[in-house]
Each structure stands twice: as C-alpha cells, then as structure tokens.
C-alpha cells in the first residue's frame, strides 16, 4: 500500500463546493488502495483578506502579529476538509503546524522549516485516519507561529511527503501539470510527462510559477517524487523527478528544450562607461543587495579602454528604487575615485525575458544558436543574453515578449497534438 | 498600579475601526497609570459564519474540528488589536489559548478550563507589552484546541483575571452596564451601578444576558472584582461583586428589587394525573435529562387524592422533542404502572417568564405578594411561580410579557432619571 501527500492549492478549497469535491477526490484515492495525507492551503483569496487587514491597521505590521493572523487561514481549511470526509465516514483529524511539530527558525513570514516530528502524524494514519495538515505554518522552538513565505504550501507538502518518507507527493492545483510553454501565451503548449527538478527550477525562476521554487530545491535534496496535477480534471499530471541519473538514458530521446517561459514583470538598468577594474561590480551593486532589491539577470561586456558597461535586471517594482540608488551611489563614488568620472545610469522598463530549459541542452550546443536565429527571423533584437548550463534566457523589446515565446516554442516543437502519455 | 484584565466582545471589536477604537481605550488606560492585558473574542459574526460553513459540509460535524475551526476567528482578532497597538507604539503580543496554557478538559465545544499558566502573560507583561489573548479558547493536555462554549469569553477574562490575580476584570460590551430591566422593553430603566454575582446569576439565567453566567459563576468563586461597561461610551458601568459581607450594611440601602428580566424563548409542558408516588418526578423526567433537555422551573402541586399534576418549562426549540419524549415514557410507564392510566400531557408554547431578582429580598417578606398584586392589578394571570432566595419567577401567557415587565419594573421603583452613580 502506498502513502501518498496530497497537497491543494487555495483555488483546489476556493468554496465550500470544491471542498466536497476535495473530500471525494481523497475517498477515491483510498478507494484506489492509497493511504492518504493531506496538505492545505487557505481558500483562496483569504490570505490576501487577512493581509489587507494587517495592513490597514499598520503601514509595517509586525511580522510575527501577521504570522498569527495569516495562520488563520488554513486553520479553516483543514478544519472543513476533516468535517467534510467525516461527513463521508473518512476517519480523518486535522492538524496545525505547531501541532506535528513543524518546527522552524525564528524568520516570521518568511520561516525555514528545520525539523517535522512525524510521531503525531504516523499515530493519526495507523489509526486509519486521514491527516489534514495545515501547509505554510510552522512553530518556532518557544511556541510562536510562523508562516514560511507565499506558495509555502507546496513546500510544506513536499517537506511533509520526506518526513514521512511518502510514495509521491501530489500537488493539486488549477493546470494539468507543467506545460512546455504558458497556455495563455503559446496555443497548444505540450503536458510534460515529467520533468527534472532543475528544469523546474528554471522554469519556476522564469515566470512559469506551477510550483513553488523552495518545493522543488527540497524535492530534489530529499528526493521526494513529486506529481503536479489538476485538482479539476483526471489526467497523469507531470512527475518532477530528482534523480537524473536514472534517467540519463531517457534524457537523450528526450527534447533538447524542454520549455518555454516568459518573464514581463522586470526591468532592465545599464551602468554605462563604468571603470574596467576590479571590485566595480561589487561596488555598485551592493548597495542595492543592502537594500534587498533582488537582481536576477546580469551581463558584463568589456572591450573599450579600461571601460565596461553592465546591465542587469530587477523586478519591475524595485525599478525606481533601484535606480534612484544607483545614480546616487554613482555620484558618491565620483566624488572619490576619478574612474568613475563620466559613468552613467540608464534604464527600460519596457522588457521581456524569455527563457528556454532543458537539461538536453548539456549535450546539444546548437540550442543557442537555433535561438537565436528564430529571433532573428523574426527581427527581434536581443538585448541580454544569459545562459547556464541547462537553460539561455534573453532579454528583448517588451512588445515582442509573447511573439518570441511562441516562434521558440514551435521551432523547438513544444506544441501540437502529440500525446507524452 | 493596578492590573486590569480587558474583555472587549465580539461588537466591539466588529470591524476595523472599532479595533482602533479598542486600541485607543487601551493607550488611554495605560496613559492613566493602569497595566492592561486584553481578552478578546471573534469578530462579530465570525463565529456564526464559520459555524454555518461546518454545518453546510455536515449535518453533525465532529466537535473535535468545529473547535480547530471556530478559534480561528478570536486569532484573526487577536492578531489585528495586536497590530493596531504596536502601530500606536504600544509593545503589544498575541498569545492564542493554548500558548498560554489555558489547560481545559477534553469536552469540545463546551471545555471547562482546568488550569493556566502565567508564565508567559508575566513574563509579556513585565516587558511593558500588553498581552492580547483569544477568550473563547484553550487546549486540552494533549494539545488539542477546545472552545468553551458560546459566549466563553467573559469566562476566559475572568478566570485569566483570577489567574493573574489582576485588580480589576473589565468587560467592555455593548450596553452601559447592568439595568434593573431589558432597556428594549421597560422605559428609562436604571443603570446599576452595582449588583452581586448571585444577583447577576439570577438575571443572567432569567434571560438578561450582559454577562455569561459562566462568567459569573468564576468570579465569585475566585473572587475576581469584574466591572461591566460599554466600549462605545464613557461611564462607570456596574460592578459585580463577589463579596455580599462586605455589602450586608448597603444592601439594607439598596433596593429590595434589583432587576425585573422578562424571558420569552421557554414552553410549559404539563403532567396532569401523575400517581403521588416517591420516584414520579424522577420516572418522568429523566428521559428528558437524558437526551440533554433543559429543564427550568419545575413546579408540582398535590392535594387531589393520590394524583399530582406538575408542570415545568423547557427552551421553545426544545419543547417539540419534550412533549414527543414525555408521551412515550407517560404510554411505556402506563404499560407497567397502574397509577399512570389517565395520566396525560398538555403543552402550552405561548408563555413568557418574568422574574424579580434582590438579595434585598432575604430580608423583605412583602416582595412575592406586591408582585402578585401589581399583576393581578392587570388582570394578568400567573400560571406558574417558582422563588429562590433572591428572586420570584412567574409564567403569564406571552402576549401579557412586556406589559407584566413594565408594571413590575415601576412598582419596584427600577425605572426614572434616578442617578445610581
């Protein structure tokens, strides 16, 4: 008999309606010979209810006041899903975090899950009962609730799945699994019957947020088997596997790109005529790392006498602070240092950053150049380039974003009728 | 400086504005020299709401997770009085009932609490916080979360204002305190300014309901001094004392009559013909205690050779499954009980209860017969009368209630523009 971790996101409990349809799905799986124990989130839009409430009361609630109330939240789910399988004659006990002891640090809202105590939970399935844990909250050493980030779920679930050294664990949610490309974007994306946790990784940092990105880096370090699949339709969903090992061989009848994504949400600066010495990089950046602007893409290029230009994207959001900051931090470092006589900011916010993964990739060099020359055809002219070993993102006019994604997506035959399963 | 213990109720802490408002009251209390913890209960209408959605999944939800449901609705308010202080500069934590350790019995949904630990609250508050507690809510020994009842709030502040030894327990609600009559239906009614926890008890269970009999019940057997007051108002409210020594000499000042309360959600069922024999009452009645029917004033009148008829009362919503209950056990006894033959059962749903309650009463005989003068002046008829020490009760037909009320109310000089302060 296999145990399996069921984990379903807020759209999967939205209403009372789809908690009924939860429970069923649950009774189905026993019915199929699983043993079952389920992961939630709060039904959707709560969270941000509780959020908007914290914040109207305070502009800089304190984190661990919004961790009690936030926590909330999925206390209600799980308490309705446990009412709702009892009503089904499912033996069933729901749980909070601090109650299986998902013990944390002390980083309120943005927790580190450091140790599950599986005693409770193990008790409650030998009892034949289905265990209804609430996802995203944990409980610090001395007792106070804390919640581990958005999207925390998931990685609850995949956390929870290891502790108990489960089966699978299966994340329900509102796609059939991880698509090649965005449905919305690119018509016709193909269903990945499975997926690398690296590649989902990459996906995950590059716009195409199925899973929650610490889910999959914990899937992987503890080799947990994860299945994405839809909490509506039946389907096989996608199983993100950790092990690539295993599937070395498989990888090479594989496709070389595996998906596609698309970024919109960030923005573009470019330190021009920088000084071409050492610790520059550092010198302009850092005060932006002090400030917790997160920078994802950068790209260095020298060549003119002892000058370099570099870009570097951040998310749209942080645009203006980012830029208020460097033009300042510029004009300091003029006052000091005459390399930086002449060095100037400039930014757009009107870009895109497509992406394309595979861990194909490694044994095909021809993907960036493929890439390339598809844009090309299409006059699209890339801004940025970055690479790594099993992904190539590019940065390009905004207004190209979602035309590039579907001319890669069909030159790397990411769409069509063909059936993975 | 003296500690208070703050209970606001669900009203007064019904939307986002009126936490502030709570916020405020306290900052004031702490600006007058006074330590304040807080007490709360769920946002008005919370409760029911999470109650109907248990009930929509399960017609008899298990109450194991109806408590892990309903304590959400005091942590969402907890959290946010939390936040509202913090952002007026006032340390401020929230502690739900089982971080405190208030340690209840395994009785869902009606937990008694058997223990709390002051640990954290002293420790909080020597820190210069104001502690913000969830009422409603404890854990029983294995950490399950209990609720205490409806209205278990006022029993939370108590018996943490009893545990904390606090000099004062404030219960902030909706009215300006404790009246002699329901302000609904007698005109200008007089505010108390203060009344004894027997007295209270006698208003509490006749139907006027400012402050959870439970409540009641803790203050005077740990002699916690509690005062009732309005949070939307300023005033002095009405204090609930304990201690009837102390006030021997003012009682003798006081009013005979302290309060008329006026009940109208009860029904009478009446045995008439039951054999006078030891064990009737008991033959009768038990089936109703057994299937948890309430049963309140229980009168039995003898004097016919060897029958007796006895009426007694019960909730309204009760009394459809009492007669049911009462005419089977009248037909199973009458199978096996000569005396029973001819006993018969008639129900009367149309009935109030009108009670006057006074400690001044022990000392005043004239009391029961002015009441039945002043209604017989009113051509009302008493059907039923039951009397305590403090308080006489009667059952008149329904339509005469608020009438009956008013009458009483200013025979007993409970009503005019009197100040008590």
Request: proline share 3%; charged share 25%.
């Amino acid at each position: 008999m296999s145990l399996h971790v069921h984990k379903y996101g807020g759209t999967s409990v939205g209403d009372l309606d789809r908690i009924e349809a939860v429970a069923d799905r649950v009774v189905r799986a026993r019915q199929e010979g699983h043993t079952v124990a389920v992961v939630l989130s709060a039904m959707a839009g709560e969270t941000d209810r509780l959020t908007q409430m914290g914040l109207s009361l305070s502009e800089h609630p304190f984190d661990r006041e919004m961790d009690v109330l936030l926590s909330a939240g999925e206390q209600v789910s799980i308490a309705l899903l446990a009412i709702a399988l009892q009503s089904r004659g499912v033996p069933s006990r729901s749980f909070l975090g601090g109650q299986i002891k998902v013990t944390t640090d002390r980083n309120h809202q943005r927790a580190k899950i450091e140790a599950i105590e599986t005693t409770h939970l193990r008790k409650s399935i030998e009892a034949g009962e289905v265990p209804v844990i609430a996802g995203f909250q944990g409980m610090t050493p001395e007792g106070d609730i804390t919640t581990i980030g958005r999207g925390g779920s998931d990685t609850s679930a995949v956390a929870i799945a290891a502790a108990l050294e489960a089966d699978e664990c299966r994340i329900y949610t509102d796609v059939d699994g991880v698509y090649t490309a965005d449905p919305r974007i690119v018509d016709d994306p193909l269903l990945l019957k499975e997926v690398t946790c690296e590649e989902m990784l990459e996906l995950a940092s590059s716009g195409t947020k199925v899973l929650h990105e610490r889910a999959v880096q914990y899937a992987q370090k503890y080799k947990v088997p994860v299945r994405v699949l839809s909490s509506f339709n039946d389907g096989e969903g996608t199983v993100v596997h950790s092990d690539e090992e295993e599937n070395q061989i498989e990888d090479m009848e594989q496709p070389v790109v595996t998906g596609v994504s698309l970024t919109n949400n960030e923005a573009k600066l470019t330190v021009i005529d920088a000084p071409d010495v050492p610790g520059v990089a550092w010198k302009i950046l850092g005060p932006c790392g002090e400030k917790g602007i997160i920078i994802d893409m950068i790209v260095q290029n020298t060549g003119r006498e002892q000058k370099a230009d570099f870009s570097f994207t951040v998310q749209q959001a942080d645009y203006l602070a980012a830029m208020h900051l460097l033009e300042q931090t510029i004009s300091e470092l003029s006052e000091h240092a005459e390399g930086f006589v002449g060095t100037k900011v400039v930014g757009n916010e009107h870009i895109a950053k497509v992406t394309a993964v595979g861990v194909g990739m490694r044994s095909h060099a021809n993907v960036a150049t493929k890439m390339f020359r598809v844009l090309s055809e299409e006059n699209i002219n890339i801004q940025m380039i970055s690479t790594s070993e099993i992904k190539i993102s590019v940065v390009i006019d905004k207004q190209y974003g979602e035309l590039a994604a579907r001319v890669l997506a069909n030159a790397f035959d990411l769409t069509g009728n063909i059936d993975f399963k």
